[in-house]
Nanobody, 119 residues
Framework: QVQLVESGGGLVQAGGSLRLSCAAS????????MAWYRQAPGKQRELVAV???????TYTDSVKGRFTISRDNAKNTVYLQMNSLKPEDTAVYYC?????????????WGQGTQVTVSS
């Protein structure tokens, strides 16, 4: 089993910044890709950013140039630096990890962290 614990959400004014963290813990696992998703009220969960094991990154168009995903392999942690935040970035942000565990691949989700951007 792998557990993901997120932190760093909160309330910020438009134009401000936040940094989300997601730490993976467990035993006998290795991480392939890690990603951040978000879900705003009344909307479907959407992919925000992905970072693969070779450190290649992908972003949804609405956050390109404002958000940066990164990872610390030694700490099994992924970060999402969010700059120039907009009210439309308000959502619950979820971390997802695709891991190898006991010879198989699994996807795990964090519990979510609320990000609220006021205008």
């Amino acid at each position: 089993q792998v557990q993901l614990v997120e932190s760093g959400g909160g309330l910020v004014q438009a134009g401000g910044s936040l940094r989300l963290s997601c730490a993976a813990s467990g035993s006998s696992f290795s991480i392939n890709a890690m990603a951040w998703y978000r879900q705003a009220p009344g909307k479907q969960r959407e992919l925000v950013a992905v970072i693969k094991s070779d450190d290649t990154t992908t972003y949804t168009d609405s956050v390109k140039g404002r958000f940066t995903i990164s990872r610390d392999n030694a700490k099994n942690t992924v970060y999402l630096q969010m700059n120039s935040l907009k009210p439309e970035d308000t959502a619950v942000y979820y971390c997802k990890a695709n891991v190898n565990w006991l010879g198989s691949q699994y996807n795990y989700w964090g519990q979510g962290t609320q990000v609220t951007v006021s205008s």
